[in-house]
Structure formats: C-alpha cells, structure tokens
C-alpha cells in the first residue's frame, strides 16, 4: 500500500529555488532515507510532506485518515509534566477503555443486572467486545513498551517523575523521539534521530526500527545507522530527487555505477552527433548532397540528446601534513583519574598511544571521553595518575564544541590572525579548499552554520601541521560529502590519531585501536568498530556461559535453586540462538530467491546481449554470492553451538 506519492513539488525562497520537480514514493513498511548536503532541500521537502511548510507547486498525495509522525532536528519539548506524564499522553483511549472495561465490570456485578439474563447477556457481549479489542491494540502492555522505551532512551525509574522543564536539550530530543516511536504513526519522519544518542541507544534504536510496524522516512548523516535501517534512498542533489535501491553503502555504488555508464552513454551519443554535425557541415552548400545534408540536419533538431551527466557537486579538498615525525612512544598513561575540581568522572584510565597508530576512544555518554582529551592537552589538570608524553609531540586539538570560534572574527581574518606571516592570497586558497570562496570569507563566524564552522576549524587544524591529531567527535556538524573528503584527508594523515567519536561508520574506515573507556578504567581492542563489537559479544556471551558454570558448581544445598536458574538461563541463550537461527535461514532463503532471480534475468537474450546491462547485473550477483558465502559461514557455526548446548 503507497503511504506518500511526491509529484514534481516546486518550493523557492524568494528567487532562490530550493526543489524543482521532487518525486518520492513510500510505501508501508518502507525503511527509506534522504540524502544529500547540507542545504539541498532534505529538511524542507520533509516539513512540506509533514504539513510544516506550503509548496509553490506539484502534488502531495496521502491516504486522509494516514497517521504521521515528524521529529524536527530542532526540537523543544516544552512541557509542566514529568517523564512519565508525558508518555502517557500517549495512551489517552486506553486509560478511556480501562475506565469503560471497569465500569462494565460493577455492572455484571450488580445484582439487578445479573439475575437479568437478557441485560447480563447485554453487558457481558459488550464487555468481551472491549476487552478483545483493548487487548488487540495492546491495551495490556503500554506501560510495559514505554517502560522498554523508554529504557532504550536512557531514561530510567528514578527519571520518570522528573520535570520536563528540567531536562536538558538532548535529552529533550530523546524524549521526544521516545514519544514518536510509542506513539507508532503509520508514517514516521525522522530528521536527524541519531544527534544526542550514544552508540548504545544508537544499536538499540537501529534493532528498534528495523521491526517498526510502519514506513519510515530519515534524513540522517550518520552512514553505519542508514546501512542498518534502511533499504532505500532518495538523493536530493541540484534541486532534483533521484532514487536508489539498497541500503547507503549500496546507493554509493550504484551512484558510482549510473555515473560510469551515463557518462559512456553520453560519450557514445557526442561521437555520433559531432558526426551528423561534420556531414551537415560539409555537405549542405553541394548541390548534389544537400538534401542528405538537410536530412540529417532535421535528425540533429529532433534527436532528444543526452545532457552531460551530473558528476559530484564541488567538494572540499584537503588533507593534513606534519612539519616534523613524533618519536615511536607518543603516550603513556597509567591509573589516571580526569574530571572537574574534586570530582572525578573516570578513574583508572590507561592506554598507550605510538606512531601512526589511530585510536577511538569509545563509551557512554558522561563518561569523561572530551575529559580525557582535555587533560592531555593539559587544558584540564589530572586529578590523579601520569601522562607521559613522547619526543617531539606536536598536538593539534579539534573541539566539538568550537570554542576557539565563539568570537565575531570574520572567516577570513580565524585563519590570517593566527598566522599573520602568510599573505593573504594563500589564506583565501586555503580557506577555497574548505568551499569558502569570494565574499564568503568576509563572514562573520557568529553567522556560520555548524558545518560551516566545522570546516573552518578543520581549515585551522590543517595549517598546524601538527603530528598528533586529538578529535572530538570530528563528524559533527558535516554533510555525508565532507564526512568522506574528512575520512580520505585522515586515511592518508602521515602522524597519529586519538578521536572520540560516535560515527561507527567513520571509525570503521579510521581505527586501528579501540579503547572502551568506562568510569573504573579502559579496556583495548586492536581492531576497528566492528571488531570491537564482535570481542564484546564474545565477552558477555563468555561472561554468562562461566556464570552458569559458577551457579553449576555451588554446594548441593543450593543445587534446587542453581540447578533452576541454570535452566532458566540456559533455556533463555537457546531460545535466543534459536532466533538468531531464523533470522540468518530467512536471510539465506531471501538471498536464495534474489540469486536465482538475477542470474534468470542474466538469461534473458536481451540483457545478456548488452554489456553495459550485464556489467552492474553480474557485479550484484557476485556480491550476493559473497553474502550468501558470509551467511552460511555464521549459519554453520550457530549449528555447532546449539549442538553443543543439547550435548
């Protein structure tokens, strides 16, 4: 069933027009994402689909009694209730029910109605009724969901009767968001949901989605959660909405791909116009050939030929050098505390950093992450522990928050003022690089967006030339383009890299080293984002296995009680295996179904005749086939464990 059809929808500010032409469909159950830069009209189409903002033309189509639910990127809930009252707004009818299934009740028990066949009859049909359908649209587990809901927002017991008036703003935004998803819309919009989430709430939201009951439609810039969640995206790039199929990794290469073969096409499609042109030009004015001239002049005017194919919009284009190689040793702490004043927000921290080495520095939201990177800059003393620092260490510090930018110095002059030495052209080279040009520069930096003053701290950072790199959440604030011109700039960084960060996509391609950072110390993980999810499961599945053994070997006094939790625990890792075990034949199955069906489609004589159709047709095969490989892998080693739990 189609939820939204967007039919050539025109929108302009003033002379500037933002969309021209915007098509979109979604269907139920749809998982689909828009994409593009920052400025290209994501945030408008979706307030004009979400009622928020009229269109100068085109068609917004939608069933009337469609629900629909829209989280702003700015939002501010304000509210005189506390957590809990404010979810239960939510569930308005079902307290309404409740109130009617109670009445109903004292009404059976009345004596004058119940030695009344014909009025009990009446009452009790009217009671089931209720009752069937108040269980049906869950009537008896809304408290429970917000709870679970809430949960995963990290909101818990002790925050429920908490005013709303005294939460902070990203909190807010989580509640707010914790509201959409309870209040489950037929048609949810999303428009940066992953701001203010931690990694945690991050992978608890993505599973969350992935099951939601309605369609879905997220403009976000964070990669790992569109590759997880979403499976279809429409790019939004000089006014015009463009759509791909698959999740973001897989719109990549297909962009990649349609740009390849357009660009062949309108190559193919030149050549033979340039020689329809040479005919025309040669021949018209000779008598004995000017009637083919004007032939194939005619064919010149009628042919509908092919546009230059839309290659990437400007990029910036940078990268960072070192004036000098650190030593081998950069870093080395032991049993250091950080915080503020007396109190610290994390103790026991160790880690050790060398040459060239890239390292993440994860955890929970509060745990004292930008704490760390501040006390190794010494912009924070330690409150406890040692720092030692290598030979020849040159620092440079990005700060997510941008302090060093909260002055009304002009663009031009955040750069020229800190080195005053290098002459103004080259500043405006500089600063060419990171998309400010012309009168650009000679804005004031109050008036920046934050991508805006992202790029103009990164400009600072690269003249630094500084041979350890320390990074608060360095993706804040950037569009997808300038995430990925940011990750190559790194890749190819010749010195060292401490970061913080949440974008799991950005840390996969960037880490060598993962550093759990918890209020009682760290643990290491040599390897990117997914290996270091993958050593944590491993742990905690371990951790419970040895706990169950633990309980298995208590004295038998206990043996009554061990020997139950035991079967509840191990019954509970079996049921959860056996899940899992669902899930990947499911996928195996599907993977199935798609594999057959394109190598049936490779079959047929007019694609298999045509290169340029095969050539992205064989290339998703093979990518299937690897998949399928990947799958079948785990599927056999899930076997193996659920074989040695029934051993």
């Given at each position: 069933m189609i939820v939204l059809q967007v039919n050539q929808i025109h929108k302009s500010f003033g002379a500037e027009e933002i969309l021209s032409g915007a098509k979109l469909e979604v269907q139920h159950r749809d998982r689909v994402a828009l994409v593009g830069r920052n400025g290209a009209g994501k945030s408008t189409l979706l307030k004009i689909i979400a009622g928020e903002m009229s269109y100068d033309s085109g068609d917004l189509i939608m069933p009337k009694d469609l629900s629909i639910g829209y989280l702003e990127q700015q939002t501010d809930l304000n509210s005189d209730a506390t957590v809990w009252q404010e979810m239960m707004k939510i569930f308005v009818h079902f307290r309404d029910q409740e109130a009617q299934l109670r009445k109903l009740e004292n009404a059976m028990a009345d004596p004058d109605v119940y030695n009344d066949p014909e009025r009990n009859a009446k009452v009790m049909e009217e009671y089931d009724l209720l009752q069937t359908n108040f269980k049906d649209a869950g009537g008896y587990q809304f408290e429970a969901d917000t709870r679970a809901v809430l949960h995963g927002m990290k909101f818990y017991p002790e925050d429920f009767d908490k005013k709303i008036v005294s939460l902070s703003g990203g909190q807010k935004t989580r509640l707010m968001l914790a509201k959409h998803l309870l209040a489950k819309p037929q048609l949810l919009i999303l428009d940066e949901p992953t701001n203010h989430l931690d990694i945690e709430t991050l992978s608890w939201l993505e599973n969350f989605l992935k099951n939601y009951p309605g369609a879905l439609l997220i403009v976000s810039h964070d990669r790992y959660f569109l590759d997880q969640v979403v499976t279809l995206v429409y790019e939004v790039s000089r006014k015009k909405v463009r759509k791909y199929t698959g999740n973001y990794s897989r719109y990549l290469s297909e962009k990649a791909k349609q740009y390849e073969l357009d660009s062949k096409h309108y190559e193919k499609e030149q050549g033979e116009k340039a020689k329809l042109e040479d005919y025309v030009a040669r021949n018209l004015v000779r008598a004995s050939t000017t009637k083919m001239a004007q032939s194939r002049r005619r064919v010149l005017e009628k042919t509908d030929w092919m546009d230059a194919p839309e290659g990437d919009e400007k990029s910036a284009r940078f990268g960072f050098e070192i004036k000098k190689q650190s030593g081998n040793d950069v870093l080395n702490i032991q049993s250091l505390s950080v915080g503020y004043g007396d109190q610290a927000v994390s103790k026991n921290v160790s880690l050790k950093l060398y040459r060239t080495e890239s390292l993440a520095l994860v955890g929970p939201n509060g745990v004292g992450?930008?704490?760390?990177?501040?006390?190794?800059?010494?912009?924070?003393?330690?409150?406890?522990?040692?720092?030692?620092?290598?030979?020849?260490?040159?620092?440079?510090?990005?700060?997510?928050?941008?302090?060093?930018?909260?002055?009304?110095?002009?663009?031009?002059?955040?750069?020229?003022?800190?080195?005053?030495?290098?002459?103004?052209?080259?500043?405006?080279g500089i600063l060419g690089r990171f998309l400010f040009t012309g009168d650009d520069v000679l804005k004031p930096v109050s008036t920046l967006s934050g991508g805006e003053k992202a790029r103009v701290a990164l400009a600072k950072l690269m003249m630094q030339k500084a041979n350890v790199l320390l990074l608060d959440e360095p993706t804040n604030h950037l569009d997808l383009d300038s995430k990925e011109v940011l990750e190559n700039a790194l890749i190819d960084y010749p010195g060292t890299l401490l970061f913080v960060s949440h974008d799991r996509y950005f840390m996969n391609r960037i880490a060598t080293k993962v550093v759990e950072l918890s209020r009682d110390g760290t643990t290491e993980y040599l390897g990117d984002y997914d290996y270091y999810v993958e050593k944590k499961l491993e742990t905690e599945e371990l951790a419970a296995l040895d706990a169950l053994e633990a309980k298995a070997q208590q004295p038998e006094a206990q043996t009554n009680t061990s020997t139950s939790q035991i079967d509840k625990e191990a019954k509970k890792l079996e049921r959860q295996l056996l899940r899992k075990n669902t899930e990947i034949e499911q996928t195996m199955e599907t993977l199935d179904e798609e594999i057959t069906a394109l190598e049936e489609q490779l079959c047929e004589p007019d694609i298999f005749q045509d290169h340029e159709r095969v050539m992205p047709l064989q290339a998703r095969l093979e990518e299937l086939k690897q998949i399928h490989e990947q799958t079948m892998t785990d599927w056999l080693e899930l076997q193996e464990q659920l074989e040695e739990m029934n051993s």
């Open positions: 992450k930008s704490t760390l990177l501040k006390t190794i800059i010494k912009e924070l003393p330690a409150l406890a522990g040692e720092i030692h620092y290598g030979t020849g260490i040159q620092f440079g510090y990005y700060d997510q928050e941008q302090a060093n930018l909260k002055g009304n110095k002009l663009v031009l002059n955040e750069l020229w003022d800190d080195y005053p030495q290098v002459n103004e052209k080259d500043i405006r």
